[in-house]
Every structure is written in C-alpha cells, then in structure tokens.
C-alpha cells in the first residue's frame, strides 16, 4: 500500500534553533518527492522538489536530503525563526500518466521565541 | 505571482444538496487537481483533469464527483448530494505540464449540516 509517514508528529523548539524532519515512504511507481509547508487554515507552499538522482537539495534555509534506496527524506531548517511555525508536508508522487501524490500527515512545528 | 485563487473561501450547506466549488487556475498550467483535507488529517489527492478529461482519480472521487472546466479559465468540482461526511477544506491546485510543482489556492471549507 502507498503510503507517507512522518516523524514526529510535533516538534517545539526555540528561535534560532536548527531541526530536523523525517519522511518515510513506500510508494510505487516512484515520480518525485516534495515537501510542502502549510500554515494553519491556507493552502500547502512547495518547499522543494527531489527527483530519483538527487540526493540534497536547499532553499535558503531549507534543506532536503532523499534516499531513494532506504526511501527515506528529510527536511532540515536551520536557524529557525517565529515564522517557521506551520506544518511540513512531505508529499510523493507516483510515476502515472495523472500525477497523483499520497500526502504524509505532517509535522507539525512551534518555534518559540 | 501569479496564483490559483478558489472561490467561495466558505460554505454551509444543508445534508443532501449540490454544491459547486470553484477555481480560477495559473493562466498557463494545464494540470489540474482537486484535493481533501478533512479537519485535522491529511490532505488527500480527489482527481487530476488534463486537456479536458479526468487523467487519474483516487478511490474518495466516486460518482457523486465530478470536476468539469466550463471555459478558459475556470475549473469546477460539483458535490452532486452532498453527506456530513463531505465536510472538509477543498484544494484546487494547477501546474504546468511537467507537474513538479503544484500550486495551490488558499481552499474552500466547506460544512455539510
């Protein structure tokens, strides 16, 4: 079964602080894995795109890292800010002709000052 | 920047009635998507619609769905008899062809009564 799973669930961390998500899939055909970052209320903002080659890609102070062998990925922040507050969705979409995506359920992080 | 906007940002409907919800997509994407996100759970991917037709839909998308593009410009998804169970944020989304990266609107709650 095709399916995205997170860790943790939730994290709390002070301003300036670096961490570090999680993102496990078993999905097939694999196309491509992006994370997403989704305050409360509003629609997902793409983060980053991996495709099966790359292995670490950054946006500013985001970066990801994806291992297409153990199928695990991971989305680092580095020096936090208040406004990092949200949930990180890591999202993996199949290799079909429709593009369709299985959502992982998100991490949710607090940055606190 | 361009953006996919999603009208209405609310709805409350009564138990059994239809309700159309609508998206203006990116100008210049031909990918389209709808997806789910009940209270508190993860979004979920509804159908993909492509050069006028449905490319791939999930098992939540049965006949009660149905997503339609009137015009140039605007992309629909009709709830033909609507269930307590329906209630959720709906996402729009677009993307060009190669669908990397898929925009998405700020949604539309909607509250089935």
């Known amino acids: 079964k095709n399916q995205v799973e997170q860790s943790p669930q939730s994290l709390i961390i002070l301003e300036g602080k670096n961490c570090t998500l999680q993102?496990?899939?078993?999905?097939?055909?694999?196309?491509?894995l992006r994370w997403y970052k989704q305050d409360t209320g509003r629609g997902p903002v793409s983060l980053t795109i991996?495709?099966?080659?790359?292995n670490t890609k950054s946006n500013g102070r985001y970066t990801a890292t994806l291992d297409a062998d153990t199928k695990q990925s991971s989305l680092h922040i580095t020096a936090s800010q208040l406004s990092d507050s949200a949930s990180y969705i890591c999202?993996?979409?199949?290799?079909?002709?429709?593009?369709?995506?299985?959502f992982g359920a998100g991490t949710r992080l607090f940055v606190k000052a | 920047e361009p953006e996919v906007t999603q009208t209405p940002s609310h709805q409350v409907t009564q138990m059994g009635q239809e309700v159309i919800l609508r998206c203006v997509p990116i100008?210049?994407?031909?990918?389209f998507y709808w997806y789910r996100q009940i209270l508190g759970q993860k979004v979920e991917f509804l159908v993909s619609?492509?050069?006028?037709?449905?490319?791939?839909k999930s098992e939540i998308f049965d006949d009660q769905f149905s997503v339609e593009r009137p015009d140039g410009s605007n992309f629909t998804l009709k709830i033909r008899s609507t269930k307590l169970e329906d209630s959720a944020m709906y996402f729009c989304?677009?993307?060009?062809?190669?669908?990397?990266?898929?925009?998405f609107g700020e949604g539309s709650w909607l509250t089935v009564v």
């Open positions: 989304a677009s993307s060009d062809a190669s669908g990397n990266t898929i925009y």
């Open positions: 993102c496990n899939y078993t999905v097939s055909p694999f196309s491509n």
């Open positions: 991996m495709t099966f080659s790359e």
């Open positions: 999202v993996v979409r199949l290799n079909t002709g429709g593009f369709k995506t299985i």
């Open positions: 100008s210049n994407h031909l990918y």
């Open positions: 619609f492509y050069n006028n037709e449905i490319s791939e």
